[in-house]
RNA sequence: GCUGACGUAGCUCAAUUGGCAGAGCACCUGAUUUGUAAUCAGGCGGUUGCGAGUUCGAUUCUCGCCGUCAGCUCCA
């Protein structure tokens, strides 16, 4: 024990002490005000809190509130804190996990009865007694048999008590009343915990495990500041404010119906804004792709090729054929297997390589009832789908411009892309030969684009590396949308190839790329990333046109026709209603321009413009120049000033 | 699929311990002709998700089905 360990702090001194000395004696000696405000230190980076006896020397950090990793302490503990509430009110609770999660923390339960928001609240209310009483998180290290009685009452610990190794250290956390099997690390006592509120309760299998038993978990989460806990709570509800469900309801863009569960009915207003957007895919991918059409409904032998017979079929909907009384056919969950057919149906010349072979085709995919949410997770959607057959050779310069194409849309909507490059899992197909190749190339043509990139190793697809583009929308929330596979496998089953300059026959290598996921949950993102405050382009109604009184109807009536004729989608509003009451119309549908048109207007062939979210602040224009901005916006595919709230 | 909550008019929501199912908005009709976020009056609108059961009587209690929502990965 008289080994001594060296300590070497960020400005470069160092401390050689005693191994098994606690941390708070070091962070101690550097100064006492350093340890008032120490939640816990790192070890060559590992966190630990102030109690632990340090065992191994290295780079020493002190971590106060202002570092990230110290509030995950925090919420760990937080996670021990509701743990200590809820035995007090239901001592029959069998303990689960509780550790910190990316916005917060939760901890699992065993309990005959469900909570209930009652309970919730309750728990809420004695876990600020536990802070309160400022118990210290007491680190202690048994042996396993003391663990065992430690834990006698509680199966679940007991589990995790056995799976751990003999040489791991076995330790416990005991806050006043409550015993926790944990690792660590903790803040020094309960009443660091001030800023924090149980947000939801439901079930979750024990292990992650459907074959276990389920357990009831509560969501929560904790901040060092009031503010921030605020801001946190705050953006749940603008997140809440913003669900397409809610807003694609009231700007009566689609309707969903439990005889077609998991299935989307556009309105005329949201066709409008899906078929938009597939128009400027079409503008972008006009010169160097093929858009093809393929059917549907398939027999199983093409999934039995393509392998999704035997590992996918659990999502395929099937469908009975009437001669055979067989499930023999099935709608399709993906496009690659089609296009391959179409692919393989004609002789293909190098010079004809990159082929590229693009689809809006529906899919179906027969997603578990508890899976489906909106139209972020659906059954039935449709693919920016593409698939390209080229050589190796031309992989690098395919991926580049791919990136870029896809960045490029994403910018257009004013989103941020976080590219992850994806390489090798341990379950592949191909020689390591191969994967170096495509992973050689993957990484040269993400270089050239200069854009930063996360590196997610072992994260490939079992075909091939891939880059996914991971999105963050207005209110920070990320969502992964594009992708592009490489994909070696499928062109040897579907027997693909293409004749070379040298006249023999050889293997393509196949690009899949998707840009916006589905059209369907780019339309939830686009919605909630907009809250409905559409750019101009994409509006399904991008002007109102409001006559003030019926002697101008005819006026307003040729306004209307004249911004049709130029292309703009508009609406006259010839209700007979107070101005007032359709100027709120407009603005409730958040309707980007509407043309105000009374007697001065109509004589003088101007409209009084009002601007969506710009209140009483009015221009008079004249409707040629009107008609010209619109037109310009469109063309432009403009971003609203500012994303409206 | 599993756990829990929920399902009342087109929408948002009411309806005391089981006792005639309501309101606002929307829609229709009429009046009003409006200068920038809801004009007034009248009217239409429901097998309370579907199907059983208990009961004199069910929106309410029980069971089954359908659907919606949250969660079921973030390793003591």
């Given at each position: 024990m008289s080994e001594t360990i060296r300590l070497v702090l960020p400005n470069g001194d160092a401390r050689e002490v005693a191994a098994g000395t606690p941390a708070r004696e070091v962070v101690a000696s550097i100064g006492p005000g350093l340890l008032k405000a120490a939640i816990a230190v790192a070890v060559d980076g590992e966190v630990l809190d102030l109690t632990t006896p340090l065992r191994a020397g290295g780079a020493f950090v002190v971590l106060k509130?202002?570092?990230?990793?110290s509030l995950a302490v925090l919420r760990h503990s937080g996670a021990h804190i509701l743990a200590t509430a809820v035995r007090r009110l239901r001592p029959d609770a069998k303990i689960g996990f509780g550790p910190a999660i990316a916005d917060g923390f939760y901890y699992d339960f065993e309990v005959a009865q469900p909570f209930t928001p009652d309970d919730l609240a309750a728990f809420e209310v004695e876990m600020a007694k536990v802070a309160a009483e400022k118990y210290p998180f007491v680190r202690a290290e048994i042996s396993r048999a003391e663990g065992e009685k430690v834990f006698a009452d509680d199966p679940l610990k007991l589990e995790r008590l056995a799976e751990l190794g003999a040489d791991e250290v076995i330790s416990t956390y005991t806050d006043g009343p409550f015993t926790d099997l944990c690792r660590g690390p903790h803040v020094?006592?309960?009443?660091?915990?001030?800023n924090f509120k149980l947000l939801s309760t439901a079930g979750a299998y024990w292990r992650g495990d459907e074959k276990r038993q389920m357990l009831q978990r509560i969501y929560a989460t904790a901040f060092w500041k009031k503010e921030e806990l605020d801001k946190h709570l705050h953006q749940l509800e603008e997140a809440r404010r913003r669900d397409h469900r809610v807003v694609g309801k009231q700007l009566d863009l689609f309707m969903m119906h439990h005889f077609a569960p998991g299935a989307v009915f556009w309105t005329d207003r949201g066709s409008t804004m899906v078929k938009t957007l597939m128009e400027f895919l079409r503008e972008l991918q006009r010169d160097d792709y093929k858009e093809i059409m393929t059917p549907l409904l398939y027999n199983k032998g093409l999934w039995q090729i393509s392998g999704h017979w035997d590992v996918y079929r659990e999502n395929m909907f099937l469908v009975l054929?009437?001669?055979?009384?067989?499930?023999d056919f099935s709608l399709k969950p993906m496009n690659c297997p089609s296009h391959h057919l179409m692919y393989a149906a004609k002789k293909h010349s190098y010079?004809?390589?990159?082929l590229r072979y693009n689809t809006y085709d529906v899919l179906h995919r027969n997603e578990?009832?508890?899976?489906?949410?909106?139209?972020?997770?659906?059954r039935q959607f449709q693919q920016d789908d593409c698939h390209i057959y080229l050589m190796e050779s031309q992989i690098a310069d395919e991926v580049e411009r791919l990136v870029r194409f896809i960045t490029g849309y994403y910018d257009t909507f004013g989103l941020t892309a976080t590219l992850k490059f994806a390489t090798r899992p341990k379950e592949r197909v191909g020689s390591d030969a191969m994967w170096d190749r495509a992973e050689a190339g993957l990484k040269a043509a993400l270089d050239r684009t200069g854009r930063p990139y996360q590196l997610k190793e072992g994260d490939g697809a079992f075909y091939g590396p891939k880059i996914d583009f991971d999105v963050t929308d207005s209110i920070g929330r990320s969502w992964q949308l594009g992708t592009i596979q490489l994909d070696y496998s499928q062109p040897e089953r579907f027997d693909l190839w293409y004749t070379g300059e040298d006249n023999t026959q050889h293997r393509p290598v196949l690009i899949h790329r998707a840009v916006s996921g589905s059209l369907e949950r780019f339309m939830a993102i686009l919605i909630e990333h907009f809250a409905g405050a559409f750019p101009v382009w994409l509006a399904p109604e991008q002007v109102r046109v409001i006559p003030i009184?019926?002697?101008v109807m005819d006026n307003a009536r040729d306004v209307t026709a004249r911004l049709k004729a130029a292309g703009v989608r508009a609406v006259l509003?010839?209700?007979?209603?107070?101005l007032n009451y359709r100027v709120r119309d407009g603005e409730t549908m958040k309707v980007p321009y509407m043309a105000v048109i009374g007697k001065r207007e109509a004589e003088s062939g101007t409209l009084a413009l009002r601007e969506r979210?710009?209140?009483?602040?009015q221009d008079v224009i004249a409707v040629e120049a009107f008609i010209e901005r619109v037109r310009s916006e469109i063309r432009t595919r403009a971003l609203p000033a500012q994303a409206t709230s």
């Open positions: 509130e202002s570092d990230p990793r020094p006592d309960t009443s660091y915990l001030k054929d009437n001669e055979t009384q067989e499930h010079r004809d390589l990159p578990v009832s508890g899976a489906l949410s909106g139209l972020t997770r659906v009184a019926d002697e509003d010839d209700r007979n209603e107070t979210g710009q209140g009483k602040k």
